[in-house]
């Protein structure tokens, strides 16, 4: 644990203002999130909602929380009160229900895209036709209580660089097109989510605004 200020501050170097670091704290202790709190960093992510919950009870209201594990319309309503951004939005339906517990809490909740842009099947995600669709549809348009703020997505797990660069210019891509036909005069979409610990570096590279990075912070996880 004592390890964590000074990875923090190296990963911090390196991004040097380029993007916004989400430390993921999944698996990881209170005392462990309290190390890297304590240098004065605030946002942290987390890929289930128990677990997000749990820690936002315990630790301190000014922690940024981000959902960024797949997200399941019946637990939409446990983190809509308090969740900075949700970046796992991966179809129509689970728009809807964040925009009515939005309502409910009346705010506006702030949300990525997730796009599939990896070679594995099981990763989820949008693909550019499903997307397209959403964003074509009347529901869409209708949904007051929630902010698109850009998209994410995740690489393949692989040693291959050069999958990973074509993975992440995809996304760029996929980015560049939407934001110039549907959020042109929205001038907060302007987010691309990827990068995470083995990659973060190629992902700044090709024009990540958010890196996720868990491991490189606090050491292997935990199963």
Request: glycine share 6%; proline share 2%.
């Amino acid at each position: 644990m004592e390890a964590i200020p000074g990875n923090l501050k190296e990963i911090q170097s390196v991004i040097a203002g380029k993007a916004k670091l989400i430390a993921i704290s999944k698996t990881k202790s209170k005392e462990e999130i309290l190390k890297v709190y304590s240098t004065g960093f605030r946002a942290f992510g987390e890929n289930k909602v128990q677990e997000l919950v749990a820690k936002w009870k315990d630790l301190p209201k000014d922690i940024e929380w981000h959902m960024v594990g797949h997200l399941q319309t019946n637990k939409v309503k446990y983190i809509a009160p308090f969740v900075s951004k949700i970046h796992s939005v991966d179809s129509l339906r689970l728009l809807r229900t964040i925009n009515k517990e939005g309502k409910k809490n009346k705010r506006v909740i702030p949300c990525l895209f997730q796009m599939h842009i990896a070679l594995e099947e099981s990763k989820f995600g949008l693909s550019m036709e499903e997307l397209l669709e959403l964003l074509s549809s009347e529901d869409f348009g209708n949904l007051k209580n929630i902010r698109m703020d850009g998209v994410m997505g995740m690489a393949t797990l692989i040693n291959d660089e050069q999958t990973i660069i074509k993975e992440f210019k995809h996304l760029k891509q996929i980015f560049d097109q939407i934001k110039q036909k549907y959020f042109n005069s929205s001038p907060g979409f302007i987010d691309i989510s990827m990068g995470m610990s083995h990659d973060y570096k190629i992902a700044l590279d090709e024009g990540s605004t958010i890196v996720r990075i868990g491991n490189a912070i606090f050491g292997a996880r935990k199963n």
